[in-house]
């Protein structure tokens, strides 16, 4: 099924690729592709750091870190007698998230003319694409793209390597991205050394998410003063492609700038909520992150708005939960999805990651006592911020936001001995069928 | 107060100055303030920060951060538990979870008692569960060996059993498999661990996960004993405690000692102590009785026996040694025979040069060197365990591990160690020629090692030295052979000695060994029932307990007693004997001051430079296509490793290394079945091919090289 595409504009990251994807050379070099790389190879490398400093792009993978300045990290050639590695993270597996994947289809050259400044901006000879292993169309149209690049010459003397994953959700996370690509099991490392010092191979390694990567040619082209214009300057400059999914009625990827509400996302671009339903939550961000209730949707989706209410930008999912949705089915999938995606390297997530889907699912089934809340919140606690990297967090932060936001409907299932929901998984509209939905409704019909 | 490579780090409080870059725990720990860790430990290389038990806090950080993956850094401010509400909070969180899947089984756990994870839940733990669910359970427990078993339940998945693995032994044997909650420790491809160094993680495991068979149910820590003692299995000398109960020695534990064995050992130091309850072991002296062939008698008739014989050889007594005898051993037999019988014949196994003397240095030097020279072409691991394990360190610390002299690494290195394994060496003598040549002398982090098949060969040549100067007379006939030890009594050439022989007197451990060919057999006894010293490869004098004693009077006491009847005064105690050939040997040490973690003293007259002749390299082969065998004594073989039934299944594999070139010359590559030739005869094995090993040898464990010697033409079967 093809994914929906829109915008709201300015069109900076899929510009030219909104009705047609620009995947051959021809078609990408007419709407002014590989420009920016001449230009930007005639400038010093510390020029083009300095214009992606000044432009205030930021990581889209989650982090949301100032781009500038981590190439800025990285010591120069003169300074180490090792490699310099460019690495873009395109193992995109958050939940809700498929953004990275329609660039990639859409913009292939783009994402590789931005590889190739970077490269150039850090000195960089050798540039890695990490992809996603489920990501087989994905992987052939990069594929395809880079022997067009390479046949064309415009490598110069950076060599490109695309590496297929192979299916754990931990190797999205950048060192463990870094280990699974030196052919080790895939565990994220202690920071700090941190990869600007000792990364792929432990050599200085500039990490990057796809997207990120993908809006460095537009920052050249449109220069960084006005590409720090757009959106809401001047923290959340640039556009995003935002992953509107759950229950509405245009779900797609939609390019749009910070700063657009989740109202005007949910509502007008995507339709509002399907089937005349309420809406409940927002998955915003990704899973990893607290939900936002309904009542918040007409939050600006910027990196400050957010943060005031706890909350965090992602990497752009917006996921629109209606009133059919057990929140404690909900936060008990999320769980399960981390207890399965946890690498087994540190104590709190290996063993919290379970412990948390045990709570959760004595919830669900309704035998918990009023005791448990206290506990789930502690274990909860106990695990955030005290894991060797953030995968813990990710399954604690939204199954506690669960809890507070929406503790009536946990006792709900307290009170009824079950979930309330009816027989069926309330999760079947709000994301892909599996058998690990997990489910326990109560005997009698329930009211909803 | 700070100088460049001190800085100030303010721990709980307390400032303390230490070098830039220490670890937090050990910075912690010089101010006396304990940061407890699981899976942190240095000598497994980089920390991985994956337990969270060392959670500090440190300021001007958001997050708790691992003390263990922190250095000191001038000016750092930390607060561990004692004095931070967070960091305790952590840390028993930590050890809330660590618990919630533990099966809590210590009462039938034998690492009950002496486990770190109860010590630690006790210090920092929360006193009750508050997990009501089912816990992870798995099959248990599973034998990853015939040595080591493997409890997953009990499993903290510290992975220093993996990385001990991957970046020690460098085996890669131990892998962790599955994700998250089902992580399991396991072995790759399910195959038994197997390898010379396996054991070690029992001692890393800091939990009953991984636990010696041997051990199992065995003992609990209040009514054990470790008693300090060193290895007498081979030259390298490893410290170690043996742990006694109730008289027997019940499982080889590592005792650190930096210089020579960093803490870790090798299996058969380690699992090779159950040779003592062999089912063979002699106990009672036997003496051959006319027409009723071999009976016990007592240690009267023994000692009578023995004087008889002594006497009735008229001066003509040869002794044959081990190189397992203690020094004090070797010096009471010789003077026994030297100075009672007029003797001053004795034949060794092997040659002990004192020529490395001019280039002592510790084992860990190994460590430090740019280029470490191997000569030889007998396995490292197979002939002194542990230097393999530091040559396998310098290499990851970036050094280049040459086979040749002539190397062009060896060049312009500042530091370089040579390392001499295989036969041929003179005792040491070449490779001292080799390192005099190289201009080592003096230069620091320089020397020789010569790695010697017997576990103080070096020490029994000093004392029969000491003994006396005279020349042995030439003899053309034996009158009587005492043969000293398990090994001398298993070695061919000696069996042929004692066909020459008009009587033979046996000192051994096992029937086995003893039975059929002497007059009369005296019980051996082990290194771990002996009290003494060894002079182990590096030159180091280093001293033996008594960990349990021995089912019969020790070597020291009958010999003193045989002694005293030839008027010979001989004490009965290493002490004192020790005391008479310290002068001779040891500048006059006392046996008091040779100390638990003896320090490498060297030889007071040892030679400053060397003047060996060179010595020539053995021929090339005379048809110009075959290779040169070289047929090794494995690590796991000798009288002591045949009687530990669980050891067996490490014996060597039915294989020929051969290098890479040779391999492709012949078509031929790993798992190959070959066919080995030489002179008529012919094996079959399975080829290895090792990109390490240099041309033009092939190279087989004695025991599977059948009638080979010489140069053997080899190739692929069908």
Not at chain 2, 165 to 191: C, H, K, P, W, Y
Not at chain 2, 465 to 483: F, H, K, M, Q, R
Request: hydrophobic letters at 40%.
């Amino acid at each position: 099924m093809e994914t929906r595409i829109g915008a709201e504009p300015p069109v900076v990251i899929l510009d030219g690729a909104l009705e047609e994807p620009l995947r051959d050379l021809d078609s990408y070099r007419a709407v002014g592709g590989y420009a920016q790389l001449e230009r930007a190879r005639a400038m010093t490398p510390q020029q083009v750091t300095e214009a992606l400093i000044q432009s205030n792009l930021r990581g889209r993978g989650g982090a949301f870190f100032p781009t500038g300045r981590k190439a800025s990290f990285i010591p120069t050639p003169d300074k180490v007698a090792k490699p310099i590695y460019l690495t873009v993270n395109a193992d995109e597996s958050e939940p809700g998230t498929f953004k990275d994947r329609e660039i990639m289809l859409r913009v292939p050259h783009r994402l590789i003319e931005g590889c190739l400044i970077a490269a150039h901006a850090i000195q960089s000879k050798h540039v890695f694409i990490y992809i996603r292993g489920e990501y087989s169309t994905e992987y052939e149209v990069l594929g395809a793209a880079l022997a067009e690049v390479r046949a064309a010459g415009l490598l110069a003397d950076v060599e490109l390597t695309i590496h297929r994953g192979a299916g754990a959700y931990i190797c999205g996370e950048e060192t463990a991205l870094l280990e699974s690509l030196e052919g080790k099991r895939g565990q994220p490392r202690s920071k700090p050394p941190f990869p600007a010092i000792e990364g792929l191979y432990d050599s200085p390694t500039l990490i990057n998410n796809v997207e990120t990567i993908t809006n460095v040619p537009k920052v050249l082209e449109l220069g960084p003063e006005e590409y720090a214009q757009i959106g809401a300057p001047p923290d959340s400059t640039g556009t995003r492609v935002f992953c509107l999914s759950g229950n509405v009625v245009r779900p797609g990827a939609y390019e749009a700038p910070h700063g657009i509400t989740v109202r005007h996302l949910i509502e007008d671009l995507g339709g509002g909520i399907a089937d005349g339903r309420q809406l409940k939550a927002v998955m915003v961000g990704g899973s990893s992150f607290p939900v936002m209730t309904a009542d918040q949707i007409d939050m600006r989706l910027d990196v400050d708005s957010l943060a005031q209410k706890g909350l965090f930008i992602g990497s752009g999912v917006i996921t629109a939960i209606d009133d059919r949705t057990c929140i404690v089915q909900f936060a008990l999938r999320i769980a399960q999805f981390y207890m399965h995606e946890s690498c087994g390297k540190c104590t709190p997530c290996r063993v919290g990651t379970r412990w948390l889907v045990q709570l959760v699912r004595s919830f669900e089934e309704g035998s918990a006592s009023e005791e448990d809340f206290d506990l789930l919140l502690d274990v909860c606690d106990r695990i955030i911020g005290k894991c060797l990297c953030v995968l813990g967090d990710s399954a604690a932060m939204p199954v506690a936001s669960c809890v507070t936001k929406f503790r009536d409907e946990f006792r709900a299932h307290l009170e009824h001995g079950g979930c309330p929901f009816g027989e069926d998984s309330s999760l079947a509209h709000l994301f892909a069928p599996s058998d690990q939905h997990h489910h326990n409704p109560v005997a009698q019909e329930a009211p909803v | 107060m700070s100088t460049p490579d001190a800085v100030r780090v303010t721990i709980d409080g307390q400032d303390v100055h230490i070098a830039k870059g220490t670890g937090l725990v050990e910075t912690a720990l010089s101010a006396g303030i304990e940061i407890p860790v699981f899976c942190y430990e240095p000598r497994l290389g980089e920390p991985i920060g994956a337990c969270r038990m060392c959670l500090v806090e440190v300021e001007g950080m958001p997050k708790l951060q691992t003390a263990c993956t922190m250095t000191a850094q001038d000016g750092m401010v930390v607060k561990t538990a004692r004095t931070s509400k967070k960091s305790a909070e952590g840390q028993n969180a930590t050890l809330e979870f660590i618990l919630v899947n533990h099966p809590l089984d210590c009462p039938v756990c034998d690492k009950g008692g002496e486990c770190p994870l109860q010590d630690l839940t006790f210090r920092y733990g929360p006193g009750k569960t508050r997990m009501s669910f089912e816990k992870t359970t798995f099959e248990k427990p599973i034998p990853i060996s015939p040595t080591i078993s493997l409890d997953r339940e009990r499993c903290i998945l510290c992975y220093r059993c993996t990385r001990f693995s991957e970046s020690v032994s460098e085996d890669g044997q131990l892998v962790a498999r599955n994700r998250g909650a089902m992580s399991v420790i396991t072995t790759f491809a399910d195959e038994p661990y197997t390898g010379p160094f396996t054991g070690n993680v029992t001692e890393l495991c800091p939990v009953g996960a991984l636990l010696p068979t041997q051990y199992r149910f065995e003992a609990r820590p209040w009514e054990i004993v470790d008693v300090p003692t060193v290895c007498g299995m081979c030259p390298v000398g490893c410290n170690t405690h043996a742990t006694v109960r109730e008289g027997k020695v019940k499982r080889i534990l590592s005792r650190n000692h930096p210089e020579i064995d960093e803490g870790w050992l090798c299996d058969k130091g380690r699992f090779g102590f159950t040779h003592l309850r062999a089912a063979d072991r002699i106990v009672d002296p036997i003496k051959r009785v006319r027409r009723r062939g071999f009976e016990p008698v007592s240690w009267d008739d023994a000692l009578d026996e023995a004087e008889r014989l002594l006497r009735a050889a008229h001066g003509r007594v040869v002794v044959a040694l081990s190189g397992s005898e203690t020094v004090e051993e070797a010096y009471a037999l010789a003077k026994l025979v030297r100075h009672g019988a007029g003797s001053h014949e004795a034949v060794l196994p092997e040659e002990i040069s004192d020529a490395l003397d001019a280039y002592r240095l510790p084992l860990s030097a190994i460590a430090g060197a740019q280029v470490v020279v191997v000569l030889g072409d007998e396995p490292v691991a197979e002939r002194a365990p542990i230097v393999d394990l530091w040559i396998k360190q310098a290499r990851r610390k970036g050094a280049k591990v040459v086979g040749s002299p002539d190397d062009d690494a060896v060049r312009g290195a500042e530091r370089v160690v040579l390392v001499w394994s295989g036969p041929g060496g003179r005792g040491g003598a070449r490779v001292a020629e080799l390192a005099e040549r190289l201009g080592l002398a003096g230069k620091p982090g320089c020397g020789a090692f010569y790695l010697p098949q017997t576990p103080n060969g070096r020490g029994v040549a000093d004392a029969w030295s000491a003994c006396s100067d005279d020349e042995p007379a030439e003899a053309d006939s034996i009158g009587l052979l005492i043969v000293s030890g398990d090994e001398a009594a298993g070695n061919d050439n000696v069996r042929a000695l004692a066909e020459r022989a008009d009587s033979v007197i046996v000192v051994s451990m096992f029937h086995g060994l003893a039975a059929g060919w002497a007059d009369l057999v005296l019980p051996g006894t082990s290194y771990l029932e002996r009290d003494g010293t060894y002079v182990n490869l590096e030159g180091r004098l280093q001293r033996l307990r008594q960990t349990v004693p021995p089912p019969g009077p020790s070597e020291l006491e009958w010999i003193s007693q045989l002694a005293a009847r030839l008027g010979v005064e001989l004490a009965p105690d290493a002490p004192a004997v020790f005391a008479e050939l310290s002068a001779r040997c040891y500048g006059g040490l006392s046996f008091g001051e040779v100390g638990e973690r003896a320090p490498l003293r060297g030889y007071v007259d040892a030679p400053a430079h060397v003047e060996a002749p060179p010595v020539p390299e053995p021929a090339p082969s005379t048809n110009g296509h075959g290779l040169r065998l070289v047929a090794y004594k494995p690590l796991f073989s000798g009288p002591a490793v045949e009687r530990v039934t669980e050891l067996q299944f490490q014996r060597p594999q039915a294989e020929v290394e051969l290098s890479a070139d040779d391999a492709k010359a012949r078509g031929i590559s790993t798992g190959d079945s070959v066919t080995l030739g030489s002179n008529g005869s012919s094996v079959v094995l399975r080829a290895r091919v090792n990109k390490r090993l240099r041309a033009s040898i092939a190279r087989v464990a004695v025991e599977h090289a059948g009638g080979l010697s010489g140069y053997v033409e080899v190739t692929r079967n069908a």
